[in-house]
């Protein structure tokens, strides 16, 4: 968790005691331009000697300013100033001052918007994952430990602290997702999510493998039945006096994924200690929300699995029972997503909530389409519009993608009600597990669907490298922010 301190000041960023004034720089069509200071205008010429265009994610330095101990900083904006370019420039010249004590940063940005923006990417670039360095912790800068944000906005503390919540769960997450999958195991995230929600207004639920087995999740159980540390439910219910809305949140939470059998190749497997970073981002999303004292009642279910191979895994053909009683061939074990996500969607609809909302590294396909840094969001329309939109107000992309109906004879099975996926075709592969999930959506008594929205974070939820705006490599968080905008939005 970042240990960061951000204050605001309007004094004038020369009088600062800090390491070093970060001012921003435009990329304009003849160059670059300052960002007002016009005291620092007579820099441009030597700024732009050293290399200085303003594009966004640039860092230029010069040694010393002025009638201060502080060195200067200049980080580019691009050409376009939104929320979102605060934001980054914020973040990347946080990022890139790790090993500096106290920053300034004055990016001449005074509405509020931008400096709130300002705050949250300074506070998300704060962060670095040092957990298993034993003799290289040394080759880790630290992150910056205090941003003065220079502004003549007034930021009230609530609101200061309100950034601090949300971008500590989006460390939490981070944090999850980024551990050893020797670590990490269904019985030790279930410990994690339980010591995470202490203090918090939950209630946490771990279900063991019997219970699960009791319960007829034969999708988590038939995943986990491969794997000595055996599969795990974490259920963590928020419900607040006040809230008039209920939204079940159901995440994919396997801890490390080979393929099962039908093993991964060896190339492949790399960074499957990540796969269960969907249940980490509601783990996070919940505990935001209650910490926020959202007034909206939410219900996730984490779905936790290894999908390892032995004696005991499934097999391809196997004929697995969900929660619910539909009956899936598996075809392929590496698709193993969708199948503890099918126990996860039914239990949530049981409750009969205003609207279901998944997460799930679920398919390479969501990387094949969209790259790594755009989320797939499929199901209902409004409600993945709704998204989508709330994406571009947090900086994170997130894109609707349809649910074709000829795709779902893809699932079409012999003898069981409905495959995993069919073998050999890959058309469409986001989407059909997509549509796959939709199976496990409840119908209401008047016989409409529950509005439900699937976030594929597949390529999103870890940054490959290199580091840009405020993120690092490794874990995002992505989609926390997200969901928490489209929650404040919709549901309260
Ligand atoms: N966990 C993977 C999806 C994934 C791939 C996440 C790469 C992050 C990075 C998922 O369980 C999987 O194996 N999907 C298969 C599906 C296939 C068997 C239909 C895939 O994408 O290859
Ligand atoms: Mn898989
Ligand atoms: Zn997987």
């Known amino acids: 968790m970042s240990s960061l301190t951000v204050t605001t000041s309007a004094a004038a960023p020369a009088s600062l005691d800090v390491d070093v004034v970060v001012i921003a720089?435009?990329?304009?069509?003849?160059?670059?331009e300052l960002v007002t200071?016009?005291?620092?205008?007579?820099?441009?010429?030597?700024?732009?000697?050293?290399?200085?265009?303003?594009?966004?994610?640039?860092?230029?330095?010069?040694?010393?300013?002025?009638?201060?101990?502080?060195?200067?900083?200049?980080?580019?904006?691009?050409?376009?100033?939104?929320?979102?370019?605060?934001?980054?420039?914020?973040?990347?010249?946080?990022?890139q001052l790790a090993g500096t004590g106290s920053v300034a940063l004055a990016l001449g940005l005074d509405d509020e918007s931008h400096v709130h923006a300002m705050v949250e990417g300074a506070m998300l670039a704060a962060y670095s994952f040092t957990d298993y360095r034993a003799k290289t912790a040394s080759k880790v800068k630290a992150p910056v430990a205090a941003v003065t944000v220079c502004t003549q906005a007034s930021v009230p503390d609530a609101a200061l602290e309100r950034i601090r919540v949300i971008t500590d769960h989006v460390a939490l997450v981070r944090d999850l997702t980024n551990r050893s999958g020797g670590d990490l195991y269904p019985q030790s995230f279930a410990d994690a999510a339980t010591e995470a929600a202490k203090g918090a207004p939950v209630t946490v639920e771990v279900w063991d493998e019997k219970k699960l087995a009791a319960e007829g999740c034969g999708g988590i159980i038939g995943i986990g039945q491969g794997s000595s540390r055996p599969p795990r439910l974490v259920k963590v219910s928020y419900a607040p006096a006040g809230a008039t809305k209920h939204v079940g949140l159901v995440g994919k939470g396997i801890t490390y994924d080979t393929g099962g059998i039908s093993v991964k190749p060896a190339d492949a497997m790399n960074g499957m200690q990540n796969d269960m970073g969907g249940a980490a981002v509601l783990l996070g999303l919940i505990l935001t929300a209650a910490r926020l004292g959202l007034p909206v009642r939410l219900t996730a279910y984490l779905c936790m699995a290894e999908n390892l191979i032995s004696s005991t895994a499934i097999r391809v053909n196997d004929i697995l029972t969900m929660r619910g009683g539909t009956t899936v061939e598996v075809m392929n074990t590496d698709a193993e997503g969708r199948l503890v996500m099918a126990d996860g969607m039914v239990l949530a609809s049981e409750e009969n909530p205003d609207a279901i909302i998944d997460v799930a590294t679920l398919t390479g396909a969501a990387i094949v389409s969209l790259g790594r840094r755009t989320v797939g969001v499929m199901g209902d329309d409004e409600l993945a519009g709704a998204v989508v939109a709330a994406g571009r107000e947090t900086g994170e992309p997130h894109w609707h993608m349809p649910l074709p109906e000829e795709l779902r004879s893809q699932l079409d099975s012999r003898f069981a009600d409905m495959t995993n996926l069919k073998p050999g075709n890959r058309d469409g592969g986001m989407l059909v597990a997509?549509?796959?999930?939709?199976?496990?959506?409840?119908?209401?008594?008047d016989g409409s669907t529950i509005p439900w929205a699937h976030l594929d974070i597949a390529g999103a939820a870890v940054n490959e490298g290199p580091a840009y705006g405020y993120l690092d490599a490794g874990a995002t968080g992505v989609s926390v922010r997200t969901l928490l905008t489209v929650l404040e939005k919709h549901f309260v």
């Open 25 to 32: 720089a435009r990329a304009g069509k003849d160059g670059p």
């Open 37 to 95: 200071h016009p005291d620092l205008a007579g820099l441009l010429p030597a700024l732009t000697a050293v290399g200085l265009t303003g594009k966004a994610d640039e860092l230029v330095r010069l040694p010393s300013i002025e009638g201060s101990r502080a060195s200067l900083a200049v980080v580019g904006l691009g050409a376009e100033l939104t929320a979102d370019t605060a934001r980054r420039a914020a973040g990347a010249a946080v990022r």
């Open 434 to 445: 997509g549509i796959f999930l939709r199976e496990f959506v409840g119908t209401r008594a």
